[in-house]
């Protein structure tokens, strides 16, 4: 009566949990996981767990299962006469039947034996597990426009029959399914390894690292727990970094201090910069700017850095005279916008979209513990003011982090996030030139309008100027009512047509429909 119960609550359990299918060309192969999504928090990852199912008999050969990591590093369509722009590493492989005799076999889940007992004798669970070290899975989007396979780091769990583990076997007889390493709200990192288990030679040189400093610490403290924990109380704390600039013709100096809020911030959360300008110079304060940069490091090549601008705001009050002191804050949400570098996003199960990607750091500073597959991803604040005259720039930065706020949030499909005006802005960037000849004329006129950029961060142009094609065909379709109409019988006919300005808009209008 137990028995028959509990069987009753698990299978009650499997038509309320989420379970992902998939099955072979030739529909022999079907399988089952119960997550796509891997998270990786505090040095530990969570296992695959799943059930393959085979139709027919398997004729005395052997049912494999292997996760395979996919680096994509060139564009699809230009691979001609053979020419892979991709790299495929094995990251983890297990002989799911039959199971070896002496293999300490892991029990299985409550949804691997409900799915079994649905299935019947031909469903054969498996775990597969990673290990902490493997790079996040992120999607780099070309600038152009591009429908091919994804580029970046990429992962799929495959399950085949064959004799050999290393057999060649024809794409009908595979069935794979693409999964999600995702970093977690937690520190990433390698966890301790279990008593007589075996290290990579970078994992066992990464401890002996981290022990050595651990050894230093408690030697030079003897409060050395103490000591540790205040580390990472100001590790935790929110960023604030203070900058003062003194000029080499001109007496006083210009004060800049920024901060902000916290330090952590998840996916579509607002960023809150804080600002204090203290003018103690001649010169006068004339704008000041705020973005979020992401920072894109690809560990295979050496020239692989980018830097996108993700948000922008740029104040609107009047310039600091000398003598003042400027208090203020911004507010800035990261978000996809139209770029003319490589922007690093969350690897996404179809193309409609995805989200930013979270912030991927090494584990160390040493250049032999970067992950070769690995792009790294980082974000920090920018705050900037210009000077007049020659007084130039003054800027800092503010780095923080960017993941999700916990593993429930994290998605299991793909994330589409809404368009704004930012995505779908047309309009052409101004090298410093024109932006100086731009200031100059403001400077004697007062009306004209300045575009400025940053050679450096490769910003965004939102000048308030820009009309969007969705406004222009808002502004048509309203002005509908305030011009004549024509009617022929039941049906009305419109002859209102829009303007040189707003055609014109639309055929220069580049960008993808919304």
């Known amino acids: 009566m137990c ?3 509990f069987a009753m609550t698990t299978d009650s359990a499997l038509n309320a949990q989420r379970v992902f299918k998939k099955t072979s060309l030739n529909n022999k192969l079907t399988l089952y996981l119960a ?3 891997l998270i990786v928090e505090n040095g530990s990852i969570e296992k695959i767990q799943g059930v393959v199912h085979v139709e027919g008999d398997l004729e005395n050969k052997k049912v494999f299962g292997q996760v395979t990591l ?3 590093y060139g564009r699809e369509d230009e691979e001609v006469m053979g020419l892979k722009f991709c790299n495929e590493a094995i990251m983890s492989i297990a002989q799911i039947w039959p199971m070896y005799s002496n293999y300490d076999r892991e029990p299985n889940s409550q949804l691997q034996d409900a799915l079994i007992r649905r299935l019947g004798s031909n469903a054969f669970p498996f775990h597969l597990e990673l290990t902490p070290l493997a790079p996040p899975s992120v999607q780099l989007v070309p600038a152009k426009q591009y429908h091919g396979a994804p580029i970046g780091t990429s992962y799929d769990v495959r399950a085949y029959i064959a004799e050999r583990a290393d057999e060649k076997v024809s794409r009908r007889n595979v069935v794979r399914m693409g999964i999600r390493v995702l970093q977690g709200p937690g520190r990433g990192g390698p966890a301790p390894p279990p008593p007589h288990s075996p290290l990579t030679l970078t994992s066992l040189a990464h401890q002996n690292v981290m022990r050595l400093k651990n050894k230093t ?9 103490a000591k540790r924990e205040e580390i990472d109380n100001q590790e935790s704390a929110p960023p604030r970094v203070a900058v003062e600039k003194p000029f080499l013709l001109s007496d006083g100096r210009v004060e800049l201090e920024a901060w902000l809020d916290k330090a952590t911030y998840s996916h579509g959360e607002s960023v809150v910069v804080s600002v204090l300008v203290s003018n103690n110079s001649s010169k006068t304060v004339r704008r000041i700017k705020t973005l979020v940069i992401q920072h894109v490091d690809v560990c295979m090549f050496s020239n692989g850095k980018f830097k996108n601008v993700v948000a922008l705001v740029r104040g609107t009050g009047p310039p600091i005279l000398p003598g003042q002191v400027h208090t203020d804050s911004y507010t800035l949400t990261p978000h996809r916008g139209v770029t003319k570098n490589w922007i690093a996003l969350e690897d996404s199960y179809s193309k409609s979209g995805a989200s930013l990607a979270s912030t991927v750091l090494c584990n160390s500073n040493s250049p032999d513990d970067r992950n070769v597959f690995a792009i790294y991803v980082s974000y920090y604040v920018k705050v900037k003011l210009t000077l007049s005259g020659m007084g130039g720039e003054v800027s800092v930065k503010l780095p923080f982090t960017l993941t999700h706020s916990c593993i429930n949030e994290a998605p299991t499909d793909s994330v589409v996030e809404e368009a704004t005006h930012k995505m779908i802005l047309e309009g052409k960037e101004n090298s410093d030139e ?4 731009a200031e100059i004329e403001k400077d004697n006129n007062g009306n004209k309008e300045i575009q400025e950029t940053d050679g450096d961060d490769a910003e965004i142009k939102s000048p308030d100027g820009h009309r969007c094609v969705a406004d222009v065909l808002v502004n048509i379709e309203n002005k509908i009512s305030d011009r004549p109409k024509k009617f022929e019988g039941p ?7 829009p303007s040189e300005e707003e055609l014109d808009l639309i055929v220069k209008y580049t960008g993808p429909d919304t």
């Open 3 to 5: 028995d028959r119960t």
């Open 35 to 37: 997550s796509r999504d």
């Open 70 to 72: 996919t680096f994509r």
């Open 217 to 225: 610490k408690l030697n030079a403290d003897e409060n050395g727990v």
């Open 434 to 437: 024109e932006d100086n000849k």
């Open 491 to 497: 049906t009305e006919v419109r002859t209102i047509k």
